[in-house]
């Protein structure tokens, strides 16, 4: 606006006190509106995080049962190694007696 006399000068002047006061109301709305994205990324990585730390328990978990499903099946290949080596040697002795027996005779 071009100011040629004194009576436009008020007018002007009220002019720019509205537009300082749009100024104003539209920057509180943009920094409501930063607030509330803000406010809304938190959320979002809180409950991204807990997805993450469900995830990880559970991937903690599932090796845990992988480990002792390993032990529990090396520990059962143990016990049958260990009952093939008595039956073995119960056969052997079954076999040194039998020998004994039949020289005796």
């Known amino acids: 606006?071009?100011?040629?006399?004194?009576?436009?000068a008020k007018q002007t002047k009220q002019d720019d006190e509205s537009s300082e006061e749009e100024d104003v109301k539209r920057f509180k709305r943009m920094e409501e509106e930063l607030a509330k994205t803000d406010e809304a990324e938190k959320?979002?990585?809180?409950e991204r995080s807990k997805k993450e730390v469900k995830k990880q328990i559970k991937t903690n978990e599932l090796v845990e049962m992988h480990k002792k499903r390993l032990e529990d099946e090396d520990e059962d290949q143990m016990l049958d190694n260990k009952d093939l080596k008595e039956d073995s040697s119960e056969n052997d002795d079954d076999l040194e007696e039998e020998r004994e027996i039949t020289k005796m005779q």
Do not use: R, V
């Open 1 to 8: 606006m071009f100011l040629t006399d004194g009576g436009d």
């Open 43 to 46: 959320k979002y990585k809180m």
